[in-house]
């Protein structure tokens, strides 16, 4: 018999592998911040497009006949619902990252606020539309 | 009781440290009624079954924050989980998630209590006043400000439900920023530049990645999420304001 119990305490860490696979709400967590590398992708054609700008009318215009092909209309389908994924949860989080909103002496309701962005960025989107539309005829 | 009485299979992940290398699961056959909760069916096992099963509890009603576990994997007070919702095909119970297993539900919070400590949880007046100035007075709109923060009941089901305190239990997580900004903001507090560094450390609210899962599971509408999120600006202003505020103020 020993005079000092022994400290039967172990305390059990369980491990993180595999976390989001874990729960439905970690899986759309990891798919909407992995829609961002399509943003970034659509960032980079067009950075591409301003460099082959800078470098005179026959890169340009080699740039825009690119655009045209097949392959790259059906990659920018392929952007495009990506996009409207990522602009749609984005708006989904928002309201967490507000402070409260007081409208008429009622708090704005998360709803509100994610109908709200998203409106904003379709009338944005229409009317850049339009104006690239009326430039370009 | 009613006059079928039926039975549901509860899956407990038992940890008895003495014994068990690992968590092990465990399936008990539980008779119950339409209206008990998960909680009541682990004291049916406890009473009927298995006398060693180790869980905490108090309240029973959703007040004080001691029953919190993972429900089929979610983040939930057990006394406001109903069995009826998982029959015929059972359920399966674990500790908190994130949390070290001291025994079978029971985890070791000490890391939330400390954190807890650390905010300075109470009122920490501007200047203080004599009594024969009177009470600290407050408007209903000056209330209203934090009342949703401090409708928190400590469950830690916030906790559980965030991924990047899972993966560095340095972070301050939700449920103690949201403990820490509703005293901030109340209108009677000074103490904000003490708990601000708090907010900016290394490990405070810039680990945040607005999952945005610990809101979801709050059991108290407290939105966690929201007081982090909304002290990422703070911790911003804070950082700014010390260039143009004259040395010692903007702290
Ligand atoms: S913020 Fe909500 S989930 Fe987190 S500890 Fe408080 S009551 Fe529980
Ligand atoms: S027993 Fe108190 S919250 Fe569930």
């Known amino acids: ?137 | 009781m009613s006059e079928i009485e039926k039975i549901i299979p509860i899956e407990v992940l038992r940890y008895r440290p003495e014994q068990d290398t690992e968590p092990v699961l465990q399936t008990f056959q539980v008779p119950f009624t339409d209206d008990m909760s998960v909680l009541q069916g682990l004291q049916y096992i406890k009473d009927y079954l298995d006398g060693s099963l180790s869980f905490r509890w108090s309240c029973r009603m959703a007040i004080c924050g001691s029953c919190g576990m993972m429900v089929n994997g979610i983040p939930s007070l057990s006394c406001k989980t109903f069995l009826r919702d998982y029959y015929p095909v059972g359920l399966r119970i674990e500790a908190l998630a994130h949390f070290p297993i001291e025994r079978d539900l029971v985890i070791v919070m000490d890391d939330f209590i400390e954190k807890l400590e650390s905010i300075k949880p109470y009122i920490i007046p501007k200047k203080p006043r004599t009594l024969i100035e009177g009470e600290y007075l407050q408007t209903p709109t000056e209330r209203d400000a934090y009342e949703q923060f401090s409708s928190c009941i400590n469950c830690m089901l916030c906790y559980a439900a965030c991924p990047q305190y899972g993966l560095n239990s340095k972070f301050i997580g939700p449920g103690i920023m949201a403990l820490l900004h509703r005293y901030n903001i109340d209108s009677r507090d000074g103490g904000k530049a003490q708990r601000m560094e708090m907010v900016n450390a290394e490990d405070g609210v810039f680990d945040c990645t607005a999952v945005g899962y610990c809101s979801k599971v709050c059991p108290k509408h407290v939105d966690p999420g929201n007081a982090v999120n909304l002290n990422k600006m703070e911790s911003a202003k804070d950082y700014f304001l010390r260039f143009v505020m004259p040395k010692g103020t903007g702290k």
């Open chain 1, 1 to 137: 018999m020993r005079a000092v119990a022994p400290n039967r305490r172990r305390p059990y860490v369980r491990s993180m592998v595999g976390w989001w696979r874990k729960n439905p709400y970690f899986v759309e967590y990891m798919i909407h911040e992995g829609s961002a590398f399509f943003v970034a992708a659509y960032a980079l054609i067009l950075m591409v497009g301003l460099l082959r700008l800078t470098q005179g009318e026959a890169a340009w215009n080699g740039w825009l006949t690119a655009l045209r092909s097949p392959l790259s209309i059906a990659g920018h389908l392929i952007l495009l619902v990506a996009m409207l994924y990522h602009a749609w949860t984005w708006f989904t989080i928002m309201p967490i990252t507000l402070p409260p909103i007081f409208v008429a002496g009622k708090r704005l309701s998360a709803t509100a606020i994610t109908a709200g962005g998203l409106a904003a960025t379709l009338l944005t989107s229409v009317l850049l539309l339009l104006l690239v539309w009326r430039l370009g005829t």
